[in-house]
C-alpha cells in the first residue's frame, strides 16, 4: 500500500515537472537561479543574463530580475511552436543554468501590434486584426484598497460589455494629486521593490486570463509621480521593469502622460523634456525584448492657438500614436483631427477624444455619442471611452462600480463596435477623395464604407454600378441597395452606413 502511494506521488511529480516545461504559444514560462553571494545592492550589483535559442536556431538576449530572497528569475514569451532552449547565467559566475521547454499550440492571443496588411489598425502578433475596446479607469484599479471582491465585480462586468483594453491611471507610479492618486496604494516600483512588482504582476496575470489589454496612461514617467531623474537610474527602471513584465503579452507601452509637452513642471520640475522622451524611448525600444507597441500621451495644442496632434510622428520608436483632443461635438473636426494626424500611416488611439461627462469634453447626448463614436472609426481610430463626471479619475471611471456605470453610453458604444467587427473594417482606411459630403473608408478598389452622419446626400468617385448596404446605426436595420448614380440619398434623414462590398451590379 505504502509503495503504491509513492509511487503515485512519483508521478504526480513527474507530471508536474512536465507540465511546468510546457507553456502554450505566446504564454510565459519562468525560472530562477539562486546565488549564494552577497550584495550590497543585487539591483546593480550584479546582472542574469539569458540567451534564449528558438525552435528555428535564432536566439535572443534578455535579462532577468532580482526577485528577493537571494533569487533571481526571467521569464519567456514564445511565440513559436517547439523546443525553446536557454541558457542562464549571472554576471559574476555564482549561478548558471541551461535547460529547455517545449511551446505547444494553444488558444491565446498574441501581443498586439499594426497590423501587416494595413497598419492603420492594430492586431493581434500583426497578423489578426482586432477591434481594440477600451475603457478608461482613473487611480483606484490597482490599488491594495480596492478590494480583490470590488476589483473582480468591475472586471465581470468588463467582460460582459466586450471591452477588451483598460487605459488605466496610475499603474507604474502613483499620480500623486488630490482626487487623483492621493489616497490609493498603488504598487511602488521605484525604488525597484520584488514584493510591490508581485502584486501589480498577480492583477496583470488576472487580466491575461480574461484576455484583457492594457494601456498605461502614465506610463514610466508620470505626471506628479515620483520616478528617477538620473539618467543611470532611469535605465535600470526601464529595463527591471520590462525585465519583469515584457514576457506578459496584453501589455502596451506608453513613455509618459498625461502630456508631458503641456505641463513640463508637474514632471520632476521639467526633467521630462522632449529630448529626454526621445531619449528613454529608446531605452524602452533597447530593453523590450518582446517589442510592444510604444507610444507617448501627447498634448492637446502646441501653445501657439494651434493643434499639435503628434510632434513624435515620425520618430521610429513611436508605434501608435496616442490622441487627446477634438473634444467638441462637430464631427467634421473630430475626423479631420484624426485623419490630419496620421502624416505616416500607423494606427491612432483617441485617448482623451470620447470622454462621457469629462468636464473638459463638450456634452454628448446619445445620438451625438453614436454619431461621434462612427466618425472617429471611420476616421481611422481605435478609441478610449471613458465614463466620467468630472476629471478622468470622477465618475464610473473613478469608482470602477458597476452600478454608477451610465449604461445607455456603453449600450450605444458597443453597438457601434459591434457594427464595425460585423464588417471588414480591418481592410479600410480613410480616403477622402472618394466621396464629397461624407465619411469614406475603402480598400483602395471595391471595397467602401460610407458615413453620412446626417442623413445627406453625397456624391461618390468610383466605378458604377455596384451593390451593397445600408445600414441604420439607430436601429440596426438593414436594407439591400444598387448604386448606378453618382448621387446617393440616404433613406432618411438619420445617420446611415453604407457598404459597398465590392461586387459589381450585374
Not at 60 to 72: P, S
Not at 369 to 397: E, H, Q, V, Y
Not at 422 to 451: Q, R, W
Not at 480 to 495: G, L, R, Y
Request: contains cysteine; hydrophobic residues 35%; negative net charge.
Amino acid at each position: 500500500m505504502i509503495k503504491t502511494i509513492g509511487l503515485l506521488l512519483l508521478s504526480l511529480l513527474l507530471q508536474s515537472c512536465r507540465a511546468e516545461k510546457t507553456v502554450p504559444l505566446w504564454g510565459i514560462f519562468e525560472s530562477e537561479v539562486r546565488s549564494n553571494n552577497s550584495y550590497t545592492n543585487p539591483f546593480r550589483d550584479v546582472d542574469l543574463l539569458v540567451r534564449v535559442t528558438r525552435p528555428d536556431g535564432s536566439h535572443f538576449n534578455q535579462y532577468g530580475f532580482f526577485d528577493g530572497q537571494a533569487t533571481w528569475k526571467f521569464r519567456i514569451m514564445p511565440g513559436m511552436e517547439g523546443k525553446w532552449k536557454y541558457r542562464a547565467e549571472m554576471t559574476d559566475s555564482s549561478a548558471y543554468l541551461e535547460r529547455e521547454f517545449t511551446c505547444v499550440k494553444g488558444d491565446l492571443n498574441g501581443p498586439l501590434e499594426p497590423y501587416d496588411n494595413n497598419p492603420v489598425w492594430p492586431a493581434y502578433c500583426g497578423f489578426n486584426p482586432v477591434q481594440i475596446r477600451c475603457f478608461h479607469t482613473g487611480d483606484r484599479f490597482f490599488a491594495s484598497n480596492f478590494s480583490d471582491k470590488e476589483r473582480k465585480r468591475f472586471l465581470d462586468w468588463v467582460q460582459q460589455q466586450g471591452y477588451n483594453m483598460l487605459s488605466v491611471g496610475s499603474h507604474y507610479l502613483n499620480r500623486q494629486q488630490t482626487g487623483r492618486g492621493n489616497g490609493w496604494q498603488t504598487p511602488r516600483l521605484w525604488p525597484p521593490d520584488p514584493d510591490e512588482y508581485r502584486r501589480m504582476e498577480s492583477i496583470l496575470s488576472e487580466l491575461e486570463k480574461r484576455n484583457i489589454y492594457i494601456h498605461p496612461f502614465a506610463g514610466f514617467f508620470g505626471r506628479a509621480a515620483e520616478w528617477p531623474v538620473d539618467h543611470d537610474a532611469q535605465e535600470l527602471y526601464i529595463r527591471y521593469t520590462l525585465a519583469r513584465i515584457g514576457a506578459f503579452r496584453n501589455i502596451i507601452l506608453n513613455v509618459g502622460g498625461p502630456e508631458p509637452l503641456l505641463k513640463p513642471e508637474e514632471y520632476q520640475n521639467g526633467n521630462m523634456t522632449r529630448a529626454d522622451i526621445n531619449r528613454v524611448a529608446l531605452l524602452i525600444k533597447k530593453h523590450d525584448t518582446y517589442s510592444h507597441m510604444l507610444s507617448v500621451h501627447n498634448r492637446t495644442g502646441n501653445g501657439k492657438g494651434d493643434y499639435e496632434q503628434d510632434p513624435f510622428i515620425y520618430e521610429k520608436w513611436e508605434d501608435y500614436s496616442t490622441l487627446q483632443g477634438a473634444k467638441s461635438t462637430d464631427l467634421d473636426e473630430t475626423y479631420k483631427f484624426i485623419t490630419e494626424s496620421r502624416k505616416i500611416v500607423k494606427p491612432v488611439f483617441a485617448h482623451e477624444v470620447m470622454w462621457y461627462g469629462n468636464m473638459y469634453h463638450e456634452g454628448l447626448d446619445p445620438e451625438t455619442l453614436r454619431k461621434k463614436a462612427i466618425t472617429l472609426i471611420m476616421a481611422g481610430a481605435f478609441i478610449n471611452f471613458g465614463d466620467m463626471n468630472g476629471n478622468s479619475s470622477s465618475g464610473f471611471s473613478g469608482c470602477l462600480n458597476p452600478d454608477s456605470a451610465s449604461l445607455q453610453a456603453h449600450r450605444i458604444i458597443k453597438t457601434v463596435w459591434d457594427i464595425f467587427d460585423a464588417l471588414p473594417f480591418y481592410e479600410l482606411t480613410p480616403i477622402d477623395s472618394l466621396v464629397d459630403n461624407a465619411f469614406c473608408m475603402s480598400d483602395g478598389s471595391g471595397k467602401h464604407l460610407i458615413y453620412s452622419p446626417h442623413g445627406d446626400s453625397f456624391s461618390v468617385k468610383f466605378p458604377l454600378p455596384v451593390s451593397g448596404r445600408w445600414i441604420s446605426p439607430a436601429d440596426g436595420t438593414v436594407k439591400p441597395v444598387s448604386i448606378s448614380s453618382c448621387e446617393v440619398t440616404p433613406p432618411d434623414k438619420n445617420d446611415w452606413i453604407l457598404y459597398i462590398n465590392g461586387e459589381s451590379k450585374p
